[in-house]
Structures are given as C-alpha cells and as structure tokens.
C-alpha cells in the first residue's frame, strides 16, 4: 500500500458526460501528480500541483482540469468524455517539487467510456 | 528535451535466471534522478528503485540492481533470481533535480517462464 488513495476504484460512463476522479497524496506530501495509461499511449503525465498551486502541465486536454484543495487532496474533472478517454488514471504523489523524491502511485481509477 | 527510451517491448526470462532490462535516456540537465517502477496485471505502479545521477555506486534494493552508466546515459535494471511473481510491465522514469515533471519510457513487459 503506497498510501495513496484514489476514488472511485472502476468508473463506467457514456459519451458527453462528465466525471471527477479524486485523489489524496500520502500524508505530508505536498505535490500530486496526474497520469493517464492508455494502451496505446503508454503513461502520459498530465498535471501536477504543489501546495495547492499547478506547477507543470503535460498533455491535458482542454476538457480536463484539475484542482488541488487546501487539505491537499485533488480532483481531476474529465468533461465532455469520448470514447478515446477510456484509460486507467492514476494519481501520484511526492514530498517536493523537484529534487530526489520518488513518486508513489495511487492504484488508479479505471474509466470506461460507452 | 528530455526523453526515456525503452527499446524491449518484451522480455522472457527462465525463473531463478537473472534479467536486464534497458533504460536509455536524454536529457540537458546535469542533475536527475533515475526510477525504475514495476505495473503487475493488477495495474498498480509499484516504486522499485532509486539512482542520483551524482551517485558513485549503482543503487541495489534486494533482488534489483541499477547498472548505471553516466555517460552512455543508461539505466538498466537487474533483476537477479527471478521469481513467477516478477511477471509485469517496468517502466524507467527520469525526474530533472530542478524540474517537476517525470518523465516516462514506454515499458517492457517481463514473463518469467517456470
């Protein structure tokens, strides 16, 4: 168990709708990470957040934003969903913005789009 | 620009034989890390192992061994005695000291044959 947690676990939807997918970093890490693995794009860094505050912004679609909230949980809301956003999303987290620090990864949250 | 390379999109291995996997990378920075993460079936990314880029010695954590060599820019993992239970995708991660993005290869899938 890495400590991170990640909400829901499986998540089935339909075409045009909207989702949110939630996430808390382990505690006292203050930066959160957001990937999507599809199988045919490999592990695609999304956005990150420190404290509350983006710090880097990778291949996120305009339908997607994020948000991390002062208890340092994040959401990350999908909207308008097609068929091609069918992935597994995960969430990871680290102690620091830069440096050494290892990532450890949420167990994701599967999305099925119908 | 900085990029991680894995060039064995599939890699058998006989139980209890050791395996490398390949991990090259680029990158403009002087100072990074270097992660290995381990994604078994059940879709978890599980953090393995850890190499400064300024680190003297090869990082060990058990069974696994990073053989990095500077200035070739690799970091190959060594998986020695393998078990059944090794069977997964490995991704190696690259993450700038000064930077906040990971930056991922696109995996190798390991079976190990009883």
């Known amino acids: 168990d890495s400590g991170v947690t990640q909400t829901p676990k499986h998540l089935i939807t339909a075409t045009g709708q909207r989702v949110t997918l939630r996430c808390s970093p382990r505690?006292?890490?203050?930066?959160v990470y957001w990937y999507q693995q599809s199988l045919d794009q490999g592990l695609q860094f999304l956005i990150q957040?420190?404290?509350?505050?983006?710090?880097a912004k990778g291949n996120i679609l305009e339908r997607f934003s994020a948000q991390q909230f002062p208890d340092l949980h994040s959401e990350l809301n999908l909207s308008s969903l097609e068929l091609g956003d069918s992935a597994l999303y995960f969430c990871?987290?680290?102690?620091?913005?830069?440096?050494?620090?290892?990532?450890?990864f949420g167990p994701g949250t599967r999305l099925t789009v119908l | 620009a900085q990029k991680i390379t894995q060039t064995q999109p599939g890699m058998f291995v006989q139980e209890k034989e050791a395996v490398t996997l390949d991990c090259t990378y680029d990158?403009?920075?002087?100072?990074?890390?270097l992660f290995w993460y381990k994604q078994p079936s059940s879709g978890e990314m599980i953090f393995l192992i850890y190499?400064?880029?300024?680190?003297?010695q090869n990082a060990t954590e058990g069974r696994y061994s990073l053989n990095f060599q500077k200035a070739r820019k690799s970091a190959n993992l060594v998986i020695s005695a393998s078990q059944l239970g090794d069977s997964a995708m490995y991704f190696c991660?690259?993450?700038?000291?000064?930077?906040?993005?990971?930056?991922f290869g696109t995996g190798t899938s390991l079976t190990v044959i009883p």
């Open positions: 990871a987290s680290s102690v620091d913005m830069g440096g050494t620090g290892e990532q450890f």
């Open positions: 505690s006292g890490d203050l930066s």
């Open positions: 957040y420190y404290n509350g505050e983006e710090r």
């Open positions: 990158t403009s920075d002087p100072s990074y890390g």
């Open positions: 190499q400064g880029s300024y680190d003297q």
């Open positions: 991660a690259m993450r700038p000291y000064t930077g906040n993005q990971f930056y």
